[in-house]
Structure formats: C-alpha cells, structure tokens
C-alpha cells in the first residue's frame, strides 16, 4: 500500500543550528504535503504544506523542499529553539476529483534540541 | 478561536463497554477527520465527512467502529463493544476545504482494560 516513510526515528541537534528533516514518498499521485509537528500531550499542529507544482515554500524560520523525481520531502528549521524540540510528522493526500481527503502520515521523526 | 474541542480527554473503561468520543469542528470548516494514533501504527486516518456525508470510511478497522456527524457542529466516534487493542490516542481534524491544511483537536487518550 501507499506510505510516508521518514528516514530518521530521532534527530538531536544543537540549540541555535539548523535541522532538517527528511521524508520519502511512494506515490507519485500524491498532489499535496503537510507538515505537523507533535509537542507531548497534543494534537498535531500545522506548520507549513506544499503543492506538487511547487519545489520549495518557505515559512518563519522553515522551509519545505519537495523533489518530485525521487520522491523526497524535506523540512528545515532555521536557528533551532528547545521550543522547536517535538515530534514531527509529514503526511500527504493523494490527487482526487473532489471532496476532502485524509492525510497518510508517516511515523514521525523525533527532534532533540541540545542546550 | 476555540479550534476543535474534543471530549473527553481521557477515557478509562473495561474491555466490552460502549465508548463514545465526541468532537466539535472549527466553526465554517465542512470537513471533519477521525484519526487514530499508537506507537506501532502511528497515526491513522479512520473515517472523514464532508458536509456532514461520510465521504470514506474505509480506515475504520471493525464494525464495533461506527461515526456520525448529525450537523456540522458535531460528530461521535463510537466503539461498541470496546477492547484493549482499541487503546490509543483519537484525533478529530477539521478543515475549511479540502485544500486547505487540518487542524487538530487534542485528542482523547482512550485505555480499555
């Protein structure tokens, strides 16, 4: 069947460096990608998404990079903060003729913040 | 904004009880999620509407699942008769229009014993 996979369970990094977080898709219908990110104890929260037609979007202090050929999607997080330290998911819809899809989601990458 | 409002937060029952959760969307959004969320399986989409019309309810794992939205305010999950396995994280998403992102609720830690 159809997954996200991420390449990394857990990513530690120092306070202040830049992080990136890496993720792998197998469908090539997929025409939307998100971004969320997990704090203990909470629901998913939205950070920042992009369309198929786009190769890169950027946010305050993200940006996500999307490389259709392999397949490949990517979040890095500027300046990293103890606050960025969470659980990050990437998820994906696939293309339809109407209606709202659910997401795929893949199984989540932890990022540590090192003080 | 309140953003989506889940209840409970925690719901402890025995193995073959009814479980009832329950979700209010964002206010104007016509399209609500069901997630499921567990370390092995991580989060899984189980049942979303549009307009209150269940749209794709291939995600719900057994019959003892059911959900339903009777207006665009609310929606319950259902889970009759509960088991252990059923022990997870659910999460009620809501979006505005399909290509727009979800917002999540925080979820209802449910544990069947």
């Known amino acids: 069947g159809e997954s996200v996979g991420l390449h990394l369970p857990t990513l530690s990094v120092q306070e202040g460096d830049n992080s990136i977080i890496n993720c792998a898709y197998s469908?090539?219908?997929?025409?939307?990608f998100i971004w969320y990110k997990q704090e203990s104890g909470k629901g998913p929260q939205f950070i920042i998404d992009i369309r198929s037609n786009m190769d890169k979007r950027q946010g305050q202090r993200v940006t996500v990079l999307l490389n259709k050929t392999v397949k490949h999607l990517s979040l890095q997080i500027a300046a990293t903060q103890p606050g960025d330290s969470a659980v990050y998911f990437c998820?994906?819809?696939?293309?339809?003729?109407?209606?709202?899809?659910?997401?795929?989601f893949g199984k989540g990458t932890h990022l540590i913040i090192q003080p | 904004d309140a953003g989506v409002i889940q209840s409970p937060r925690h719901e402890v029952t025995e193995m073959g009880q009814e479980v009832t959760l329950r979700c209010k969307p964002i206010?104007?959004?016509?399209?609500l999620f069901w997630y499921r969320q567990t370390m092995m399986r991580g989060l899984e989409l189980l049942i979303y509407?549009?307009?209150?019309?269940?749209?794709?309810d291939s995600g719900m794992p057994e019959d003892r699942f059911s959900a339903k939205m009777p207006n665009a305010s609310f929606s319950t999950l259902k889970i009759q008769p509960s088991e252990p396995r059923d022990s997870a994280v659910y999460f009620c998403?809501?979006?505005?229009?399909?290509?727009?992102?979800?917002?999540f609720g925080p979820g209802t830690r449910l544990t069947v014993t």
């Open positions: 998820a994906k819809r696939e293309q339809s003729g109407g209606g709202a899809d659910g997401l795929t």
């Open positions: 509407f549009n307009n209150n019309v269940p749209i794709d």
């Open positions: 469908n090539s219908a997929s025409d939307y």
């Open positions: 998403a809501s979006s505005w229009d399909s290509r727009y992102e979800q917002y």
């Open positions: 206010s104007g959004h016509n399209s």
